[in-house]
């Protein structure tokens, strides 16, 4: 009787050894797998400090001005171009035989609320 | 050993068999106690590591970004290596200053030599290594160099709002603009590098930037100051002072600087003070309606110019008639005005002028804040003459927050480069009353539409506003020839959201301008780009143009019907 609780009282301390080394093994991989991942954490967050900056410096107004005088010639809206919805004729106004109540232009007024349209320009070369 | 003996020992005397049962337990508890507590460990191991982790996950921010009220940065942080030498390490001084200085030709080699003997454990070399740089310092392998990873200011805007941005030293401390002025806020390890969010619009302060710069080539201007603010809440959209400098490299001594760097540095938006001339009128006559000596309809004979001691006020243009104080404000009179100022009376004047803020300077986040030059007696001719802008040198903020005060319904509000939360309240000041803010809302639409302001005027976005021309003092007198031109608008003109200031030193006339350099051709018609500009992009709704129905409206809504 008592050698058979001596032998398994061995085993299980065996046991508890081996699995305890186990762990800690595990834990200590674990650690150094999440020191390695903080600090590429840690350099990721200075490589996108540094394209935030870049970012920054390649969307700065003067730049995207200077472009678009060289590449696009996009104009300053101005307020001639916006007008109030209710502004806008509608078929029903333009030409009366092509009126229809299922129409979404002759909807918009109500869904839009008198909402400005913006329309913007191009400048013709 | 035999069944037989085994069968003796458990058949024992009892007492055997207690102690031996009690001696069972006793190792049974300390293996339990061992056993649990091993797993303990193996368990609780876990928890404090994973504190450390969260530590590392976010680093430290020295320094917390500025961005502008839509986010965008204004200034942030990169990771630079800094160089520098355990001087105890450093075999031969000599030869490691020579092999330096090869790689990094910007240094003195006595100097350096100096530095590398001094025997300090830390000596700076170098701050902010290129990666280049640093690839070749390594190489060099002197024992006792090290680099350390810091953390360099960066303003990705370069040139744009460099004056209320201001820059910062070797070590990162602010020394001029908000970054002085916020330091400790931008410092404050509490906030856990969440940006301190400016009142600026970045877009608002290029267009400002642009339309100034512009100006100066056009008119071939000394200098130009601009400020878009907005009435309501006191927040300054958008500050520039031209030339200006690059925040990136100040590269600036103070004690040690020639004129034209320090024309670059100075701040005339909030640092500069200045005679603002005719601008002062719209607070002159607002102050005559708030007292109740006048009606817009009273009238005040200006045929003859006013002589009082030594003084003689003159008009630009002299009118044949008297004129209402309407007129008065239309053609910016003096003598009108002076008569004006003269039945406010000086004690009343003065403590209207301390409700605009005129006698302290501008409670603005900024080191770099000009007092007001002020008269130093209060005597008739002063309360004529300050009536109309002269004798009283005021920073251009602090004549846009007075301005805005005439515009707003009456209440002065400090103006402010942070941005304000939403929902919070805005301390204010009343100066004047909202029936005479909104007479004075149309007095200034009509000084556009009527007066001397036409140029400023956008279509869609009516401007109303004050043009200010007054010549420089210099040495005892005035210059006729050197002027400081400027403009303060304020749109849409009859329920205003935006003041746009604009001041113009010493502007020349051109071709188009018939030689004329004074407000109304020069800061006028520059503010009305700038309105034309940002009215768009603040969401400003304009006034409605009447539209033509062409053929190609009908067209169009033709073809989609197909």
Redesign the interface.
Request: hydrophobic residues 50%; charged residues 15%; negative net charge.
């Given at each position: 009787m008592?050698r058979v609780?001596n032998f398994l009282?061995l085993s299980?301390?065996i046991a508890?050894c081996f699995?305890?080394y186990k762990?800690?093994n595990e834990?200590r991989d674990l650690?150094a797998q999440?020191?390695h991942t903080?600090?590429e954490?840690?350099a990721e967050?200075?490589t996108i400090?540094?394209l935030?900056?870049?970012w920054?410096?390649l969307v700065?107004?003067?730049r995207l001005?200077e472009l678009n005088e060289r590449h696009l010639g996009l104009q300053?809206?101005?307020?001639?171009q916006?007008?109030?919805i209710e502004?806008?004729?509608?078929?029903d106004e333009?030409?009366p035989t092509?009126s229809s109540s299922s129409s979404p232009?002759v909807q918009a007024p109500e869904a839009a609320g008198g909402r400005?349209l913006?329309v913007s320009a191009r400048q013709t070369p | 050993m035999s069944r037989t003996s085994r069968r003796d020992k458990g058949e024992g005397p009892p007492f055997v068999r207690i102690r031996l049962a009690i001696a069972g337990l006793f190792m049974l508890a300390a293996y339990a106690v061992i056993g649990g507590r091993l797993l303990w460990l193996a368990i609780d191991e876990e928890t404090p590591s994973r504190e450390r982790v969260s530590q590392l996950e976010v680093p430290v921010l020295e320094r917390a970004d500025i961005v502008d009220r839509n986010g965008r940065i204004l200034a942030t942080n990169v990771p630079v290596d800094a160089l520098y030498a355990d001087t105890r390490h450093i075999w031969d001084p000599k030869e490691a200053a020579q092999e330096l200085a090869r790689v990094l030709p910007e240094l003195d080699v006595v100097e350096l030599e100096q530095k590398l003997s001094s025997g300090a454990a830390f000596e700076w070399i170098k701050r902010d290594l290129t990666p280049r740089q640093y690839a070749s310092v390594r190489a060099l392998g002197i024992a006792g160099l090290a680099v350390k990873r810091e953390q360099r200011r960066v303003y990705p805007n370069g040139h744009s709002a460099a004056h209320l941005l201001g820059y910062v030293n070797l070590d990162n401390r602010g020394i001029a603009g908000v970054e002085a002025s916020l330091d400790t806020t931008l410092r404050d390890p509490k906030r856990g590098g969440e940006p301190v969010t400016l009142s600026i619009d970045l877009r608002v302060q290029h267009v400002l930037e642009d339309e100034l710069a512009s100006a100066i080539e056009t008119f071939s201007a000394e200098a130009a100051a601009g400020i878009v603010l907005d009435i309501h809440t006191g927040e300054v959209l958008g500050m520039a002072s031209l030339p200006d400098f690059d925040p990136n490299a100040p590269n600036y001594d103070p004690n040690n600087a020639d004129e034209d760097t320090k024309a670059r540095m100075f701040n005339r938006a909030s640092l500069g003070v200045y005679e603002m001339g005719s601008t002062f009128k719209a607070m002159t006559t607002a102050m005559a309606l708030d007292a109740g000596v006048v009606t817009i309809n009273s009238t005040y004979d200006v045929r003859k110019p006013i002589r009082i001691g030594r003084f003689t006020i003159h008009d630009y243009k002299p009118k044949t008639h008297p004129l209402t104080v309407t007129e008065i404000f239309e053609y910016s009179s003096n003598i009108g005005t002076a008569h004006m100022a003269m039945d406010i009376g000086a004690s009343r004047q003065q403590i209207y002028f301390d409700l605009f803020g005129m006698f302290k300077p501008a409670p603005i986040e900024l080191p770099e804040v000009g007092a007001p030059l002020l008269p130093q007696k209060w005597g008739d001719v002063t309360t004529m003459t300050v009536s109309y802008g002269h004798g009283i040198a005021v920073s251009p903020i602090q004549t846009a927050a007075a301005f805005a005060a005439v515009a707003n319904g009456g209440l002065y509000i400090a103006p402010t480069l942070l941005k304000r939360p939403a929902g919070t309240g805005v301390p204010v000041r009343r100066v004047v009353s909202e029936n005479v803010s909104a007479e004075m809302r149309t007095l200034l639409r009509r000084a556009v539409t009527e007066g001397t302001g036409g140029q400023a005027d956008v279509p869609g976005y009516p401007v109303g506003g004050k043009t200010g021309t007054a010549e420089k003092a210099v040495g005892g007198g005035y210059d006729e020839k050197s002027l400081i031109s400027s403009f303060i608008g304020v749109f849409p003109a009859l329920s205003p959201r935006y003041l746009v200031l604009i001041i113009l030193d010493e502007p020349q006339g051109t071709e188009e301008t018939h030689g004329y350099a004074t407000a109304g051709w020069t800061a006028a018609p520059t503010t009305g780009k700038v309105v034309s500009r940002i009215g768009p992009l603040l969401g400003v709704r304009p006034e409605p143009i009447p539209l033509e129905v062409t053929d190609g409206a009908t067209q169009m809504a033709a073809q989609s019907d197909r």
């Open positions: 008592i609780l009282m299980l301390t508890i699995g305890l762990i800690t834990t650690q999440l020191r903080a600090s954490i840690a967050q200075e400090e540094v935030n900056a870049e920054t410096l700065r107004p003067a001005q300053t809206v101005s307020a001639t916006m007008l109030s502004d806008i004729p509608f078929r333009v030409s092509s232009l400005l913006t | -």
